[in-house]
């Protein structure tokens, strides 16, 4: 369901309904423009362009379409496994006091 209705106020005031689909891009009162990540009845997530993701109540948000493209974002590389380190020599057993013994009786 990735066209739902995202603008209640709208409705309030008997004008009709948009309904907002994932990719559109809006602008936010507060935080400004940003594209629509996920819209559902309950939630809809914008990544902002300035204010990153943020979540808000389908039924209370209120959203102006624009035609402004989205800011080339740099590509967040994964991070990478660190390579498997060589195990270290075994150490040889400290002497104890026994051992000691043993070789001076010898």
């Given at each position: 369901m990735v066209a739902v209705v995202a603008?209640?106020?709208?409705?309030?005031?008997?004008?009709?309904?948009?309904?907002?689909?994932?990719?559109?891009?809006?602008?936010?009162?507060?935080?400004?423009?940003?594209?629509?990540?996920?819209?559902?009845?309950?939630?809809?997530?914008?990544?902002?362009?300035?204010?990153?993701?943020?979540?808000?109540?389908?039924?209370?948000?209120?959203?102006?379409?624009?035609?402004e493209p989205a800011p080339n974002k740099p590509v967040r590389k994964r991070a990478t496994k660190a390579k498997a380190k060589e195990p270290k020599a075994a150490k040889e057993p400290k002497e104890t006091k026994a051992s000691k013994e043993a070789k001076a009786k010898d």
């Open positions: 603008a209640a106020a709208a409705s309030r005031a008997g004008e009709p309904m948009k309904s907002w689909t994932k990719g559109d891009r809006v602008v936010q009162p507060t935080y400004g423009p940003g594209t629509l990540v996920e819209v559902n009845e309950h939630h809809t997530v914008i990544d902002f362009d300035e204010h990153g993701r943020r979540t808000f109540a389908t039924r209370l948000v209120t959203l102006q379409s624009t035609n």
